[in-house]
Antibody
Framework: EVQLQQSGPELRRPGSSVKLSCKAS????????MHWVKHRPEHGLEWIGW????????KYAQKFQSKATLTADTSSNTAYMQLSSLTSEDTATYFC???????WGQGASVTVSS | DIQMTQSPSSMSASLGDRVTITCRAS??????LSWFQQKPGKSPRRMIY???NLAAGVPSRFSGSRSGSDYSLTISSLESEDMAIYYC?????????FGAGTKLELK
C-alpha cells in the first residue's frame, strides 16, 4: 500500500525557516515525481512545485521560487520541503502528493506567529 | 498562468439530487484536468483524471465530462458522504492551477 507520512505540526517565528518531510512507503520515491501543495481554507489549494527524486530536478511555481526548496533523500525514501523567511502568509497546511496526485500525505500544519 | 474559473463557489443539495460542478479554463488544457474532493481536516482525494476517467476506488455515481473549455464533475445521486469541497486542477502548463473550490453542503 502506498503511503506518504508527513512530519508533525510546526510553530515558527516570522523570519525563520522550517523543513517539512514526507516519507514514502510502498514504493520507491525515485519512480515518481513528488508534488507539494499549500492549503489555506480561505485561499484553497496552491501548487508549489515538484521534485524528481531520481535526479533532483525541480520545478517551482514562480511565486514559490524564492520561498520553497525541494529536496529528496533516496536512501530514506523521503522528500523534503524547506520554507524560508517565514511570514504570516506562510501559515497553512502543506501536502506532499505523488506524481499524478493519486496519493497524498496527511498534511503538515505550519503556523507562523511571534 | 492558466486561470481555472470554478462555479458555483458553494451549493446546497438534497440526498439523491444530481449535482454538477463546472470549471472553465482560460486556455486550452486538452484533457489535462483532474477533480479532487477534500473533507475538513483531510487530504485531497483524486476523483477524476484526464477529464473523464474515474480514479480507482471512486464510486460510479461520480463522472467527469468536457465541452470545449468547460469541464464538469457530476454526482448522479448525492449521498451524505459526498459533502466536501471539490477542486479542479489543470496540469498541462506550469504552474499547475486549481479552481477556487466548490463547497457542497446538505440542504
Amino acid at each position: 500500500e502506498v503511503q506518504l507520512q508527513q512530519s508533525g505540526p510546526e510553530l515558527r517565528r516570522p523570519g525563520s525557516s522550517v523543513k517539512l518531510s514526507c516519507k514514502a512507503s510502498g514504493y520507491s520515491i525515485t519512480d515518481y515525481l513528488m508534488h507539494w501543495v499549500k492549503h489555506r481554507p480561505e485561499h484553497g489549494l496552491e501548487w508549489i512545485g515538484w521534485i524528481d527524486p531520481e535526479d533532483g530536478e525541480t520545478k517551482y511555481a514562480q511565486k514559490f521560487q524564492s520561498k520553497a526548496t525541494l529536496t529528496a533523500d533516496t536512501s530514506s525514501n523521503t522528500a523534503y520541503m524547506q520554507l524560508s523567511s517565514l511570514t504570516s502568509e506562510d501559515t497553512a497546511t502543506y501536502f506532499c502528493a505523488r506524481d499524478v496526485m493519486d496519493a497524498w500525505g496527511q498534511g503538515a500544519s505550519v503556523t507562523v506567529s511571534s | 498562468d492558466i486561470q481555472m474559473t470554478q462555479s458555483p463557489s458553494s451549493m446546497s443539495a438534497s440526498l439523491g439530487d444530481r449535482v454538477t460542478i463546472t470549471c472553465r479554463a482560460s486556455q486550452d488544457i486538452g484533457n489535462y484536468l483532474s477533480w479532487f474532493q477534500q473533507k475538513p481536516g483531510k487530504s485531497p482525494r483524486r476523483m477524476i483524471y484526464g477529464a473523464t476517467n474515474l480514479a480507482a476506488g471512486v464510486p460510479s455515481r461520480f463522472s467527469g465530462s468536457r465541452s470545449g473549455s468547460d469541464y464538469s464533475l457530476t454526482i448522479s445521486s448525492l449521498e451524505s458522504e459526498d459533502m466536501a469541497i471539490y477542486y479542479c486542477l489543470q496540469s498541462i502548463q506550469y504552474p499547475y492551477t486549481f479552481g477556487a473550490g466548490t463547497k457542497l453542503e446538505l440542504k
